[in-house]
């Protein structure tokens, strides 16, 4: 029987809470192998639950307010739900400040009407540049609230010149607000329980990476701010990053949005593994202020000059490129991505300062969704979910402030601020209101079982081996970049079969090899989505590019589609109409109302000349 | 390819480089007390650990290449 720690209280540092904990108590063993991409074969560290529990000290940890993520979502969230007088924890896979995106952001977006911006233009361009799918509600909370975002980083020390890495201060505030921190713990779980017929998540369930020792945090309220994710894809340095925290609410009943959408981020043909050769100039420059929106979305060109052997379709004569990304060195793709310096105006080479100059490919973040536009659907403006209990924000809230294609340097960053303070409030009232779980030690010992299955088979599938198998199947640009009905339904079927067939067979030597195996599952959930949603949806629209439906259909898509988990246990697809007072004016003839062209069509429409 | 050597001659055993890296490729030898590449086959050559290693102990190269696959090895 464990005790349940409430572990809160005054000058409760890192070093404090381990040791209250028993964590750094836990010595790390050395594994006699190295875990790699062995395919089937024999779990030569097949171990057992009980000896789990007995080789570590347990964590159990109870809570008002649980962030999952320490990115700057994860981060505002947990500074605010603690200024509202409330104890709050947070978790991350790695190190906060070290891990996921945040460390590679350097523009922040900030509407500010006394520097001149235009509050009309600014709706305008990410109306156009999301084509016309995008939420102006939660536009709006970023116009009102990116500036005093942008004036809370600056007091935290974060734009300051001498402070070794900007993201790092995201940790110091954590311990400066006494805010209790667990790192280096990947969470798998959320825990929930019926409350008089009605489910709601109460905390969450991981396992340290070091002494492979459960962790278990009851919460009142729960943030997922666990970002997005790829399929780790080469050459971009999100690979910690596994659309973890959509899984998990999936599984819980919770609706996921913005699936189809996809990301265009590009690598270098030569040595493409290589993040440093892409993003060092990122890495280089700091956390910059950034005040502009692009007036059109990404294009997809490149993929389509290789489909169909043209060269780029691009723009019409009165579209405009969107200002942030330049072309590549072949002129046909825009790499969304690395944007210019944003203070000195430096990347005037086209790419940013310590960017390969070379030859770019595309799909360097094969599995990501566009930033703000994917993830967990909310039901209100503080990112609740349709299950109580369980919030979003950030990358992994489908909040829509982008649409099917991103609107501006530095919305990523300054959008997850901005959300993560409101819903770090609103989910600090959710918690005011409820009462503590009230979870039994046999329902907390059934989720610890499921989470250790991979640690406790014989014999199976290495994570490695299956991830390979899944990047097989979805990285080809005919798969997500130039999508078709029969190659959609093809991967499909290749990923529906490692999910019912090969991910019950998942092995796990070791605790690194445990975090691959629910990371190797969350990303074939986040496969099965972005397959199902991409089928769904039967027109093109943004960075969505239907090769058998190659125009916007205004009557039938202007709307969200949502995946949720039907009561057979499959994934559900339907959609959500955007509010009439949304959409584009319709009488604005179709070719001026969507500048971007894809490949086939204005055949398609029977708007091609001569 | 990708991390190739934390140089034992330069390592002090201060972790950073442990706590540094997102996709968990390092680890602390406790008997040597230096760090040491447990996983190489998921370093995502970003150079964190190189960029926070205090003492220069650590090379990334940009080249990496990954496992032969085949009908379930």
């Known amino acids: ?610 | 390819m990708a991390i190739k050597l934390i140089d034992p001659r330069k390592c002090i055993g201060c972790g950073t480089c442990v706590i540094s890296c997102p996709t968990d490729v390092i680890r602390m030898n406790k008997e040597t007390s230096h760090a040491v590449i447990m996983y190489p086959e998921d370093c995502q050559i970003c150079n964190m650990c190189v960029n926070f290693c205090p003492v220069d102990a650590i090379t990334v190269t940009a080249d990496k290449s990954i496992s032969i696959l085949t009908a379930w090895g």
């Open chain 1, 1 to 610: 029987m464990q005790k349940i720690t409430a572990l809160s209280g005054p000058k409760l540092n890192r070093r404090g809470f381990l040791t209250a904990t028993g964590l750094a108590a836990t010595a790390f063993a050395m594994p006699s192998f190295l875990a790699g991409c062995s395919g089937y074969a024999e779990n030569l560290g097949v171990t057992s639950v009980a000896a789990l529990s007995a080789s570590g000290e347990e964590t159990r940890v109870s809570t008002d307010v649980l962030v999952i993520g320490g990115g700057m979502a994860g981060v505002f969230a947990a500074v605010r739900a603690k200024a509202a007088g409330l104890d709050v924890t947070l978790v991350d896979k790695g190190t906060v400040g070290r891990s996921g995106a945040t460390p590679w952001a350097n523009t922040f977006s900030v509407f500010d009407e006394a520097e001149g911006d235009d509050r009309a233009e600014w709706i305008s361009g990410v109306r156009a540049s999301s084509e016309y799918v995008n939420n102006l509600d939660w536009l709006d909370q970023m116009l009102d609230e990116s500036k005093a975002r942008w004036e809370d980083i600056n007091e935290w020390g974060m734009l300051e010149e001498n402070v070794q890495h900007p993201s790092l201060v995201l940790r110091d505030k954590l311990l400066e607000n006494e805010i209790n921190l667990i790192e280096r713990t990947m969470i798998t779980t959320l825990l929930t329980q019926d409350d008089d017929g009605e489910r709601r998540v109460v905390g969450a369930m991981g396992f340290s990476i070091d002494g492979e020792a459960a962790v278990t945090i009851l919460a009142k309220a729960t943030i997922m701010a666990a970002g997005a994710g790829s399929f780790k894809a080469p050459g971009f340095p999100i690979q910690s990053l596994t659309s973890d925290g959509d899984a998990m609410a999936y599984k819980v009943g919770a609706v996921i949005s913005g699936k189809e959408w996809i990301d265009f981020h590009f690598t270098s043909a030569e040595n493409p593994a290589s993040c440093w050769s892409q993003w060092s100039g990122m890495w280089d420059s700091g956390v910059g202020k950034m005040s502009q929106v692009f007036t059109a979305g990404m294009t997809l060109d490149g993929a389509f000059a290789k489909h169909t052997g043209e060269e780029t379709q691009s723009s019409s004569p009165g579209g405009e490129r969107p200002s942030g990304p330049p072309p590549d060195a072949e002129g046909g793709e825009a790499p969304s991505g690395p944007p210019p310096d944003a203070e000195n105006g430096e990347g005037s080479s086209g790419l940013p300062a310590g960017q390969s100059q070379g030859e770019q490919v595309l799909g360097a973040a094969t599995g990501l969704g566009i930033h703000k536009a994917e993830g967990i659907w909310p039901i209100n403006m503080q990112g609740a979910s349709n299950i109580p209990g369980l919030y979003a924000a950030g990358d992994g809230l489908a909040s829509m402030l982008c649409g099917s294609s991103y609107v501006g340097l530095g919305f990523s960053l300054s959008g997850s601020a901005v959300q993560g303070a409101v819903v770090g409030d609103g989910a600090a009232a959710y918690a005011s209101t409820v009462l503590a779980p009230t979870l039994s030690d046999d329902e907390i010992a059934a989720f610890q079982e499921a989470m250790f299955a991979p640690r406790q088979r014989e014999s199976g599938f290495s994570p490695a081996w299956v991830t390979q198998v899944m990047q097989n199947t979805m990285f080809p640009y005919y798969v997500l970049f130039v999508k078709e009905q029969a190659r959609l339904e093809a991967a499909l079927s290749t990923i529906t079969f490692l999910r019912e067939h090969i991910v019950p067979q998942l092995t796990a030597q070791d605790a690194h090899e445990l975090k691959l195996a629910h990371e190797t599952a969350n990303m074939l959930v986040n496969a099965e989505m972005k397959l199902r949603a991409s089928l769904f949806r039967t027109e093109s629209r943004g960075t969505h590019y239907r090769e058998d439906y190659p125009a916007r259909n205004d009557d039938e898509w202007l709307a969200w589609v949502l995946l949720q988990m039907d009561a057979d246990g499959q994934m559900a697809v339907t959609k959500e109409a955007i509010p009439d007072a949304w959409k584009p004016d319709l009488s604005i003839p179709y070719v001026e109302r969507y500048v971007n062209r894809f490949p086939g069509e204005l055949e398609y429409l029977g708007l091609a000349s001569g």
